[in-house]
């Protein structure tokens, strides 16, 4: 609560609590300090009792809370380590009249311990979702089959790349404006590697222009290793696959010019795209390619979704490489990732649930239990 609620008054008759203790609250990051003290004897009619603090070397308290009558133990959980702090903690009647203060004999400084015991129940989860990984990969290098939803864009590869070729015009990918570090990036060339194989197969002319010359080396080294792996290394052209400018309209403004000259008949936008998402789909449209985008950046999705065929959204984007390879391992991982998920939304359903409950009955032991689970399983 605001300080100024409780603005300083007269001391009545009300009894201060007693004998105020402050320890270092154990196996924390440093950033807590525990406070108990002995009730004042008109605990009953109180209205509360207000916490405060002050560093050191600070002049004035501040308010940290006002816990409920009854309460002698609150931690404070909103200091610095190798901080020194003094505290109050005074006895509200109702009218806001505050006793006398009883206040910590000396400062007490917060330590950081080897071992945050806060974050336990991240651990116990991490556990969960780790185990769930590996037992599915080890399933998955078994043999046993892992059920992958059918992802329409990823199966609309093979009919973009074949109208391209029927209709004797090239395949146009474009790998987003970000550098090789960005994960979407990342991504979006996994799914080159498919494009590229198809693309061989089918003798169809791939085009790769980049905004990054780290981008445009890992697509020249995919796209090699595709034609590779399709048996002809001969149709490889490294001059396809070629730098720009690391200037963003620069690059559409090129991509633009591509395109209405050179008439792509499949356009693929898979990457980290911001503004020029819709100036490119938009232009694929014109020239009548069809056109599959893929992104985890939210803000551009609609544009996707409004111009291009088919649209990869957000998880199916990075679940690509797994769907089109059939690799055990990325399998195995996108299958353990479901426990993580089904486990968190069970958590949400029941937290719902249980909030509701504890909102309409009143329930102590079920707004305790919710209280739990907010403050120490999921901080």
């Given at each position: 609560?605001?300080?100024?609620?409780?603005?300083?008054?007269?001391?009545?008759?009300t009894?201060?609590?007693?004998?105020?203790?402050?320890v270092?609250?154990?196996?924390?990051?440093?950033?807590?300090?525990?406070?108990?003290?002995?009730?004042?004897?008109?605990?009953?009619?109180?209205?509360?009792?207000?916490?405060?603090?002050?560093a050191?070397?600070?002049?004035?308290?501040?308010?940290?809370?006002?816990?409920?009558?009854?309460?002698?133990?609150?931690?404070?959980?909103?200091?610095?380590?190798?901080?020194?702090?003094?505290?109050?903690?005074?006895?509200?009647?109702?009218?806001?009249?505050?006793?006398?203060?009883?206040?910590?004999?000396?400062?007490?400084?917060?330590?950081m311990?080897?071992?945050?015991?806060?974050?336990?129940?991240?651990?116990?989860?991490?556990?969960?979702?780790?185990?769930?990984?590996?037992?599915?990969?080890?399933?998955?290098?078994?043999?046993?089959?892992?059920?992958?939803?059918?992802?329409?864009?990823?199966?609309?590869?093979?009919?973009?790349?074949?109208?391209?070729?029927?209709?004797?015009?090239?395949?146009?990918?474009?790998?987003?404006?970000?550098?090789?570090?960005?994960?979407?990036?990342?991504?979006?060339?996994?799914?080159?590697?498919?494009?590229?194989?198809?693309?061989?197969?089918?003798?169809?002319?791939?085009?790769?222009?980049?905004s990054?010359?780290?981008?445009?080396?890992?697509?020249?080294?995919?796209?090699?290793?595709?034609?590779?792996?399709?048996?002809?290394?001969?149709?490889?052209?490294?001059?396809?696959?070629?730098?720009?400018?690391?200037?963003?309209?620069?690059?559409?403004?090129?991509?633009?010019?591509?395109?209405?000259?050179?008439?792509?008949?499949?356009?693929?936008y898979?990457?980290?795209?911001?503004?020029?998402?819709l100036?490119?789909?938009?232009?694929?449209?014109?020239?009548?390619?069809?056109?599959?985008?893929?992104?985890?950046?939210?803000?551009?999705?609609?544009?996707?979704?409004?111009?291009?065929?088919?649209?990869?959204?957000?998880?199916?984007?990075?679940?690509?490489?797994?769907?089109?390879?059939?690799?055990?391992?990325?399998l195995?991982?996108?299958?353990?990732?479901?426990?993580?998920?089904?486990?968190?939304?069970?958590?949400?359903?029941?937290?719902?649930?249980?909030?509701?409950?504890?909102?309409?009955?009143?329930?102590?032991?079920?707004?305790?239990?919710?209280?739990?689970?907010?403050?120490?399983?999921?901080?």
């Open positions: 609560m605001c300080a100024a609620i409780f603005a300083p008054v007269l001391y009545g008759q009894a201060p609590p007693a004998n105020l203790n402050a270092d609250h154990p196996w924390d990051n440093g950033t807590r300090i525990d406070l108990s003290w002995s009730l004042s004897t008109n605990d009953t009619t109180l209205s509360g009792y207000l916490v405060r603090k002050k050191a070397n600070e002049a004035e308290f501040t308010t940290v809370e006002i816990v409920p009558p009854g309460t002698n133990r609150y931690t404070v959980s909103t200091v610095n380590p190798e901080t020194s702090y003094l505290f109050q903690v005074i006895a509200v009647a109702p009218g806001n009249a505050e006793s006398s203060p009883a206040v910590t004999a000396e400062p007490i400084m917060p330590l311990e080897w071992f945050d015991g806060t974050r336990v129940w991240f651990l116990f989860l991490l556990g969960v979702f780790s185990s769930a990984v590996l037992a599915y990969i080890a399933l998955a290098r078994r043999g046993v089959k892992m059920k992958v939803r059918a992802i329409p864009g990823l199966k609309a590869i093979d009919e973009a790349v074949g109208r391209a070729t029927e209709m004797g015009r090239s395949c146009l990918f474009i790998p987003g404006v970000q550098d090789i570090n960005d994960i979407q990036t990342i991504a979006g060339l996994n799914v080159l590697s498919r494009i590229a194989t198809t693309a061989a197969e089918y003798d169809a002319k791939l085009e790769v222009p980049t990054k010359s780290l981008v445009m080396t890992a697509a020249r080294e995919t796209v090699q290793a595709a034609f590779l792996t399709a048996g002809r290394p001969d149709a490889y052209n490294a001059d396809d696959i070629y730098y720009v400018t690391d200037e963003q309209f620069g690059y559409v403004a090129y991509l633009q010019g591509l395109m209405v000259r050179e008439k792509p008949a499949a356009c693929f898979l990457g980290h795209f911001f503004a020029e998402s100036i490119l789909a938009e232009a694929g449209n014109s020239v009548g390619a069809i056109q599959i985008a893929g992104t985890a950046e939210t803000t551009q999705l609609p544009f996707f979704v409004a111009a291009c065929d088919y649209t990869l959204i957000g998880e199916e984007f990075f679940a690509a490489s797994a769907y089109l390879s059939g690799e055990p391992d990325q195995g991982t996108l299958k353990g990732q479901d426990v993580g998920k089904i486990i968190v939304m069970a958590g949400i359903v029941l937290g719902v649930i249980g909030a509701t409950i504890a909102s309409i009955t009143g329930s102590p032991a079920i707004q305790s239990l919710i209280d739990f689970f907010t403050n120490t399983v999921l901080t």
